[in-house]
């Protein structure tokens, strides 16, 4: 069995660029639609760019470690069992700016399923080495499908490039290639 195949029979999946694992608690489909619970193992230095999602709000809770959440605008350092939330269309992200890692549970409400699937496939990409230094896919249609799928806009200078990301993804999912990637990557 491959790495992939084993990673597609678990509901945890390993980023070896990123250094991060992400294990799905419960998903869309299991919550009715009502949340989407992953915990998040980040690695020192790890975290996400700046965005925003316009179809679910982020709650992030800290189990272990110190985590730092940014919320349009301000940085709120959280500690075990502290929590924060990005509302929907809130420009947000996280890291760990520590030596050590940081264990957080991250609650979408409502569930996405676009949002777990995008997981998945982008960590299976880089399993396969198919990711660039950055984590991203190294193909801009793969990236433009897990933008789309992961119902996230981008800001700053990566701003620019979203409309040619999202017209890479219409494309490729009149081809089907979304529908290869879930087969590929993803356990549901």
């Not at 110190?66 to 509302?87: I, K, M, N, W």
């Not at 569930?111 to 299976?124: D, T, V, W």
């Not at 081809?175 to 290869?180: I, Y």
Request: charged residues 25%; negative net charge.
């Amino acid at each position: 069995m491959s790495a992939t195949q084993a990673a597609v029979a678990t509901r945890s999946f390993y980023h070896p660029i990123q250094r991060d694992r992400a294990t799905f608690l419960e998903t869309s489909e299991e919550s009715g639609g009502e949340r989407t619970l992953v915990e998040i193992e980040v690695a020192p230095g790890g975290g996400n760019v700046l965005h925003r999602h316009h179809a679910f709000s982020e709650r992030f809770e800290v189990v272990d470690g110190e985590l730092t959440v940014h919320v349009d605008g301000e940085d709120v350092q959280l500690a075990p069992g502290e929590a924060a939330t990005a509302p929907i269309g809130s420009l947000h992200h996280f890291a760990n700016r520590t030596d050590a890692p940081v264990t957080a549970r991250i609650e979408l409400r409502p569930g996405s399923l676009g949002f777990e699937r995008a997981i998945q496939i982008s960590y299976g990409l880089a399993q396969d080495g198919l990711a660039a230094k950055n984590g991203a896919p190294k193909n801009l249609t793969q990236l433009g499908l897990l933008v789309e799928m992961a119902d996230s806009q981008m800001t700053g200078a990566l701003r620019i490039l979203e409309p040619a990301l999202r017209a890479l993804a219409r494309r490729a999912r009149r081809k089907g290639v979304d529908r290869e990637l879930i087969a590929r990557y993803c356990a549901w």
